[in-house]
């Protein structure tokens, strides 16, 4: 069983590879299982599931886990609901097939991850931190992008990608001059920012 679980991760990160799917890297998800684990996460809501490699890691962290998850992606969505049924995890895992700026969620969730269009992280982060429970954590991934948001914007040739870098490098403001969120950016995989909120 466990054995061909394994095989299931390593077929869909290879489809990731082939099909240009950005999945989360290793040592970020190293580090984020890492956190489920250590915080008892148990209520996970994902933004941007792609074929679920995540939200199943994620959901193989403690068999209590729940994990609802966004994509706007049809094909990505079906892969990602595929895959859930391999794992048998449909019971835990809910996979929701929309543009998440339009979802309407419901509940508290102990852990929100973030990692679909970066252009949209300060929206995502608006619209969903109501939906945060009192001492749950959201996490956002790639806020180094590849290593270009350390780059001289000068460096970066492409038009569209020097747009993104900098609205990556707002939301990093956004998230650092947050009233409410304290927020430490990890230097782990593509950059991995976990925020909570302030004390009162
Ligand atoms: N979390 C996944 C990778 C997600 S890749 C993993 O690590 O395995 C980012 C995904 O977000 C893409 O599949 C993209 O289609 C989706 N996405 C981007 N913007 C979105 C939006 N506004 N609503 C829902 N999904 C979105
Ligand atoms: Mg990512």
């Keep these: ?27 970020g998800l190293d580090f984020l299982t890492t956190f489920i684990i250590k915080h008892q996460i148990r209520n996970i809501l994902e933004i941007g599931t792609a074929i679920g490699y995540s939200t199943i890691m994620m959901a193989l962290c403690h068999k209590e886990i729940r994990v609802t998850s966004i994509e706007r992606d049809e094909t990505r969505y079906l892969e990602a609901l595929k895959n859930v ?11 929701i097939f929309n543009d998440a700026l ?4 419901e509940g508290t969730f102990d852990l929100i991850f ?7 992280d ?7 931190s109501k939906n945060l429970a009192e001492k749950g954590y959201i996490i956002t991934d790639n806020m180094y992008f590849h290593g270009l948001v350390e780059k001289n914007e000068k460096e970066i ?3 569209n990608l020097r747009g993104l870098v900098r609205k990556i490098k707002e939301y990093i403001a956004f998230l650092n001059n947050h009233p409410d ?17 302030k004390a009162l």
């Design 1 to 27: 069983m466990v054995g061909e679980y394994y095989q299931y991760l390593r077929e869909m990160k290879q489809y990731a590879e082939t099909e240009k799917i950005p999945i989360m890297q290793e040592e």
């Design 85 to 95: 049924k391999k794992f048998h995890l449909e019971d835990r895992i809910t996979l």
């Design 102 to 105: 339009e979802t309407k969620i």
């Design 114 to 120: 973030i990692d679909a269009a970066k252009a949209q």
């Design 122 to 128: 300060i929206k995502f982060f608006q619209l969903f």
């Design 157 to 159: 040739k492409s038009h």
């Design 181 to 197: 969120f304290n927020t430490v950016i990890y230097r782990v995989g593509d950059g991995v920012a976990v925020s909570e909120r």
